[in-house]
């Protein structure tokens, strides 16, 4: 089928904190819904069949619970596929949003997902009620090539949005396609926790993932083109990714993906949006590594003199590290029951320090959560201290195999190249209790090569 995904570069209140008219929220949103409108002609003529824009594309960020009010749509739950926005608009009142996004999906005959504020009133018996008497979710809409409604997502994972509230319970959001069969719907901090993302995924058996996102890159284990196609290929699913196109806030990183195969967009340096259109096989069967065709071996403890090992600070956490030093060796660092393993040769010495590092921990800062990671990383400088710093530019090929005994199954692979380019390893998948990821030289310089665990249960 083909799809779309538009990264868009949002036009923002300049003052998102102050009280606004509903006109002039109206007014603002116009503006974004403009070019929204210009983008869906564009992947229309392109033959798209489904296009997803990105989270707080609409409305911008930065706002209070009481100024974001004037933004929020009234957007009924439960109400799928018995509405059409675009045919109906006089159902509810300030829907005049979710009627143009109706109306853009119905014109141009595509399915259409975007992200919005709505607003549900509650009851005071509501012991959940909060106290000015309305919820208030960050909410994606999938809307039909006719412009009916088929489903809502309200977003589980806030990532400090205090003007927004958490549902009381996970919403498992899913749409039927005629093209490529169901679909289903996440946003965003969501994509890293169990609810309601992987849940959805397991109890659907779903194939296809719409992924409205407004991610702010963090090198160099969760850049958003690396996370993503980690993703896909973690859970053998295709995803749309919709990134909003910030980059004064670290903000891009948009993409269609497959488990083999990606078409993304990463931009720091040049502003506007960007639309991207690719044809993309439906998947129906599971894709399953051949772990048969794995070389190398199931390492034994203590083989080897590593170097000695050194601490350094990645991503807000604390994690060991050896260096990877010379044109080929096996190192090997633990930490708590995690013991990562790495086999390695260069293709030619450059002058850049590597590390092997290991964290099996709780991760505390931006969200709270458990992460198992055996990472190879490239260092920003010589010295050991600049190791965990964000990296965006390496010479060096590198053949490697990376193991390590983790102890959940939710194993993203990162394989992160020069200028924020993403690879595919060659072999991946669990032999005798180690996931292995390996790779017989990368196609640029590489900056991380990471097998990223996500122990849920620990969180």
Known sequence: YVAAVYEHESILSPTPA????????????????????????AAARQGAQIIVFPEDG???FNFTRSSIYPYLDFVPHSHSGKWNPCREPYLFNDTEVVQRLSCMALKNKLFLVANLGSKQPCERRDPRCPPDGRY??????????????????RKHNLYFELAFDTPPEPDYALFDTPFAGKFGMFT????????PAVNLIRQYNLKQIVYPTAWMNQLPLLSAV??????????NVNILAANIHHPTLGMTGSGIYTPVKSFIYH????????????EIPVITADYKTNLEKIPGRVPEKGKGQSPPSFYAEMMYDNFTFVPVWGEKGEVQVCANTLCCYLNYRRAVLTDELYALGVFDGLHTVHGTYYVQACALVKCGGLSFSTCGQEVTDATALIDFQLWGNM?????????????????????MGWKNNYYFLSKNRTSSGLLTAAVYGRWYEKD
């Open 188 to 195: 965003c901090f969501d994509i890293l926790f169990f609810e």
């Open 407 to 427: 102890s959940t199954p939710y194993i993203f692979p990162l394989l992160l190249t020069s200028g924020i380019t993403l690879d595919y390893a060659d072999h």
């Open 18 to 41: 102050a009280l606004v008219e509903r006109r002039a929220a109206l007014e603002l949103m116009g503006r974004n819904l403009d070019i929204y409108e210009q983008q869906v002609q």
């Open 267 to 278: 931009n720091m340096e040049s502003y506007g949006g960007k639309l991207i259109v690719a």
């Open 226 to 235: 690396e996370f993503q196609q980690a993703f896909a290929t973690a859970f």
């Open 58 to 60: 609409i409305h911008g």
């Open 136 to 153: 208030q979710f960050n909410t994606n809409v999938a809307l039909a090539a006719d412009g009916t409604l088929l489903a809502t997502y």
